[in-house]
């Protein structure tokens, strides 16, 4: 779960850093040969998310205990009982404990887990529209190709090559996946900036070792978590 977290942030902060360059890039004044290196960058950062997240979703089934899905998206019976009882308790001074994720938690983990599947996704479309990287690189090359040209000689971001009906089909359908892309970076942004001040405010009002698990991978809680196995 550690390793997962720290992959996962440095992956995401990466991206968003990338992505806000590559959004601007007319205001800065990148060329077009660094905006392909950055997109290409980007692209290879996002395999590595992609990866993590799938990692993540087959430890959801078979990895610990505060680590399944099972416990981690837990919104059965009992869990706005549970939802009132915590935020009633954030009011007071002794915000209740939790080993695994706390009921706000797990709907922040909800939100992220949506958000950044939605970005990979669309990400992974964009790759093989933008510079024709895998899954779909090999088809968007060989749907844009001129007649007669290998797809293979096809050079990101140079249209010398390309056949220019085809380009532009090609566009209308990248089109849907990259507005969808940008917005939800926009969105993702805000919700880890959310959730890590979240955390950290956490850990500053209830003491309960969240930050410091993300380093040693124990929780040191002051009480007994409701979520304890009786």
């Given amino acids: 779960m550690r390793v997962f977290h720290w992959v996962n942030f440095s992956a995401v902060l990466l991206l968003l850093t990338i992505?806000?360059?590559?959004?601007?890039?007319?205001a800065l004044g990148i060329s077009a040969e660094a905006k392909v290196f950055l997109k290409t960058f980007h692209v290879w950062v996002g395999y590595v998310l992609a990866l993590n997240l799938a990692w993540r979703y087959l430890w959801g089934f078979v990895g610990s205990r505060y680590g399944r899905?099972?416990?981690?998206?837990?919104?059965?019976?009992?869990?706005?009982?549970?939802?009132?009882a915590y935020l009633r308790s954030l009011v007071s001074a002794e915000p209740r404990r939790y080993l695994g994720h706390n009921p706000l938690g797990r709907l922040m983990v909800l939100v992220l887990?949506?958000?950044?599947?939605?970005?990979?996704a669309t990400g992974l479309v964009l790759a093989g529209t933008d510079i024709y990287y895998p899954p779909l690189g090999g088809w968007i090359a060989g749907w844009v190709a001129a007649t007669g040209v290998d797809p293979a000689t096809l050079v990101p971001g140079d249209k010398a090559l390309v056949d220019p009906a085809a380009w532009e089909a090609m566009r209308g359908f990248r089109k849907p996946y990259i507005t969808l892309h940008k917005w939800v970076f926009f969105v993702l942004s805000g919700a880890a900036l959310l959730h890590v001040l979240a955390v950290v405010v956490l850990e500053i009002r209830s003491r309960s070792g969240l930050v410091s698990?993300?380093?040693?991978?124990?929780?040191?809680?002051?009480?007994?978590?409701?979520d304890r196995p009786e």
């Fill in 213 to 226: 698990a993300m380093i040693h991978g124990y929780k040191t809680p002051d009480r007994k978590p409701e």
């Fill in 113 to 120: 887990f949506v958000l950044l599947t939605v970005q990979a």
């Fill in 19 to 26: 992505g806000l360059i590559i959004y601007n890039n007319k």
């Fill in 69 to 84: 899905w099972a416990t981690v998206l837990s919104f059965g019976r009992g869990y706005f009982s549970e939802l009132g």
